[in-house]
């Protein structure tokens, strides 16, 4: 499939209908992402009232794309292109939109509209989007469903965020221990339409409702039609309805699953998680990650500035204070540092650099407490192994940086002093960067969230105190 | 299935065969990482050479569970374990293995072994396992394969590393477009073992083996048996065979696809990727972001010192000389520092939190590049904001900083300057942190990798600088 972007002059005429499939090639690029023309013929259509148009421009996309678009636009222009889709479309694109548009998005569109939109989606999918209405509107919405959706919508709510509950869906397909493969592909073929839209696995089910296994439809496909499912089945990793989402993904990642059963305490099946549910929880999980290591503590992309600020300014305050602290150690050495001024520039290098090491390790053990490769067993070991690390790039970088202070400032003491430092600050931003994140996790926080905190802060004061107390006793 | 752990004292004695299901519970935490107690047992045995108990308690672990367990032993218990898995384990185990402990392991494997291993295996997990073998194995080791498997793994490994190509699968079911249903399934009865092991679409495809759809394996069993494929099938999004494996990713993700087929330049199929293995792709790349983020250059958790040392060093040294060209702008300001030697306590903490505040900035503009969130079309907004947000969140710290300094040092003018250069380097750091990412992706780098080192050089020089000089200008 070509994605070369087309002529870009034609975008602004109208084009004759059978073009459908250049408008299709012209809206994203090579790489998957929204063209930018693109998005700036929507904004032109919308600017000028002109419906048809906007209608023939959302119809070239996926709803995924649309969801996309809309994270490229302000809220005007989306609720415009709100009003152009039909309930199916809008049901699509409200379950792929981020959760800060979605919320903003949601209070422009009717109680009924949305009613009759949500029941186009899985239960899970629905109740996801309820979750992020407010009180009145959800009632509102509920109360505007047929009994059986909103049932469902309630239970799938009843269960705790992020959670196997949430994530699955209750639509399964089980069958009993002794059917036989033609058994079970007959009785598919008159349920039709009360089925799933894609399964991947059939559940042989007890007469308890409890899973013993899992016919995948493949295997279905390819046996005779007398051979029952137990012979086929194979065994099936239960999913508690209680487990927290990044344990589920954790699961699916490591026994390379398509599908698993949900159950309730007593065993009972209650609903199927799927692969590609998963493959969002793991975006999802990462991504926070990657934001907590930063300090920033939600996503808060599409949020407006007074998310943005909310979601940063407390690790700022956090971050100002170990700083100020760390920085105070300097005021026991004012007196060193007026015999000699070139301590004042090189001590903020010994730190910096010690932090960067720090984060270094800091962040390796962390991705190695969330793959479960760090546990009691090999913790001293990993530490140890760090600790080494550390002091021989500090030794490295020491006998670089001390070199060239010689030769600049001529002071053997000088460079023998910020070297020895360098390696003492490396040696703690190595413990501490392994450490810190392994007892976090020991107490049960997230040691992805604060861990950085408290490496910073052993690295500052220790870089300022180990310079500056050397330089008091070898040079001066 | 419980995950308790059982009572850790019977873990040391031989447990009778009815036990089996015991050490299965015994082995996983649950949280489903290794129990620390089982790797000591595994150990034990080993040290005591008791080959009966090793093999019981390997057979209690799913493979990826062997693949962790060998993560957590050093090199000399791995080869133990290796000694006592039949071909089929050892391939499975292998395909499950990190690179860096399988390129050890491989080295302590018999070429014939290692055929014999390598034909139970998918072909791109085969070719896997082959690309980290030097020449002189790989060649003994194709060799002694058959010439049917030997073709296919030299075909897979002849596409580009992180490749469609070499992510994809060969095994693929295809059937004309003229086919029914009930055709298609009297030829997966008859076809058996030839078939792949599990799939979950069969690919319709015209004379020329060209993708025109793909009948979901679930609307096939659902369906009468005089329906045809072109009746029930369903748009595909074609990978081609060079296309990177990020971008296969991105697509799986954003379209939520379950498996896709892999097409030669001229449209023809050539295999097809499935969700699970792009499970594996995304955990890959999220991690690598994370650790780039973070200054490491490959994982290497499981690498040897040399390694370690050899994937972090580098970004230090990179790091040494923009510290010290920052903290070169200390010495023009010398002077001031020897009249009021307060100025070497303070500036260190407007230049580190200006760097905490780039590196949100920057992570955030990385992360929305990578999720295709960030373009042309809105890239001087998402500037703009983060411009806003940096200032609002200066001028918060800069109200609460200036205030201590004033109650501590009573100088008004101090906690002016103090407070004027943090909102200074805060505008800085997010004009950096939001820029430089946006100029590398555009010129083509990963901004991952190279972002930090600029913006962290930027708000230290800003840091210095700013406050410095507004200390030379408004308080000397």
Known sequence: ???????????????????????EDLALREDYALNPDFVAMVVDAADRGDAERLRELLGALHPADVADLMGFLSADYREEVLAHLDPEALAEILSELDTEIREDLLDAVAPATLAKALEELDSDDAADVVDDLDDDKRAQVLAAMPEGDRAAIETSLAYGDETAGRLMQREVVAAPQFWTVGQTIDHFRSAGDDLPELFFDVYVVDPSYRPVGAAPVSHLLRSRRDVPLAQIMEPVTEIPVDMDQEEVAYIFDKYHLISAPVVEPGGRLVGQITVDDIVGVIQEESEEDILALAGVSDAGRNADIRDMVRSRLPWLMINTVTAAVAAS??????????????????????????G????????????????????????????????????????????????VIFLLFHQVMLSVTFGLALVVNFFMAALAGALVPLVLDRMGRDPAVSSSVFVTFVTDFTGFFSFLGLAAFLLL
């Open 1 to 23: 499939m070509s994605r070369d972007t087309a002529d870009p002059t034609k975008a602004g005429g109208r084009l004759p209908p059978e073009a459908d499939e250049d408008l």
């Open 329 to 354: 150690v300097i005021h026991a050495f004012e007196g060193e540092i007026t015999k000699l001024v070139t301590l004042a520039m090189l001590m903020p290098i010994v730190a910096s650099l010690g």
């Open 356 to 403: 960067n090491a720090g984060t270094q390790t800091l962040t390796v053990a962390v991705r190695a407490l969330a793959n479960r490769e760090l546990s009691a067993y090999n913790a001293v070991r990993t530490v140890g192994r760090e600790m080494i690390v550390g002091v021989l790039n500090g030794l490295a970088l020491a006998a670089v940086t001390g070199t």
